[in-house]
């Protein structure tokens, strides 16, 4: 049983080192045509949802933590991050498919959000550094003819 035990710690701890901890961060966008003070600074991506798609296609679901980091594994290749709406082929927002344009949600469907691509067992690069928030009546695809509803700011 104690064995047992050591046997899992060693490889728990085996295990921590062959994965990166990256943190994701984001920049707020202009938004309703206000100058936010803000915008240059970078905020952490904490609990969000995204899938990752490894160099060999593999498809797993990870989260960031409250911090804004998430859990890559160190071995070599190109590893895309989507944002779930991305993968699954929805609408980036509650609004339904049919208010945006079909060509130009597929193409966006294949761009993924972040592209992280590891070049050894201590390196890696990821694009872009931070990413940016669509505008609630920014979504990528909207179709032109579509009235979104302004919600008053008091």
């Known amino acids: 049983m104690k064995y047992a035990y050591l046997l899992g710690l060693l490889l728990v701890y085996i295990h921590s080192f062959s994965q990166f901890s990256i943190t994701l961060k984001y920049k707020k966008p202009h938004c309703g045509g206000k100058h936010h003070s803000?915008?240059?600074?970078?905020?952490?991506?904490?609990?969000?949802?995204?899938?990752?798609?490894?160099?060999?296609?593999?498809?797993?679901?990870?989260f960031t933590d409250i911090q804004g980091k998430v859990k890559i594994p160190n071995k070599k290749g190109k590893y895309f991050l989507y944002q779930p709406w991305k993968y699954y082929k929805t609408s980036p927002?509650?609004?339904?498919?049919?208010?945006?344009?079909?060509?130009?949600?597929?193409?966006?469907?294949?761009?993924?959000?972040?592209?992280?691509?590891?070049?050894?067992?201590?390196?890696?690069?990821?694009s872009p550094l931070y990413?940016?928030?669509?505008?609630?009546?920014?979504?990528?695809?909207?179709r032109k003819d579509t009235v979104i509803p302004r919600i008053p700011h008091y």
């Open 38 to 62: 803000d915008t240059a600074t970078y905020f952490l991506l904490a609990n969000q949802k995204w899938i990752l798609i490894s160099p060999n296609n593999t498809i797993d679901t990870v």
């Open 93 to 126: 927002s509650d609004f339904p498919v049919i208010l945006y344009d079909k060509q130009c949600l597929q193409e966006n469907w294949q761009i993924p959000d972040f592209t992280i691509n590891v070049i050894s067992n201590k390196k890696y690069k990821t």
């Open 131 to 142: 990413y940016t928030p669509y505008c609630p009546d920014k979504h990528p695809c909207l």
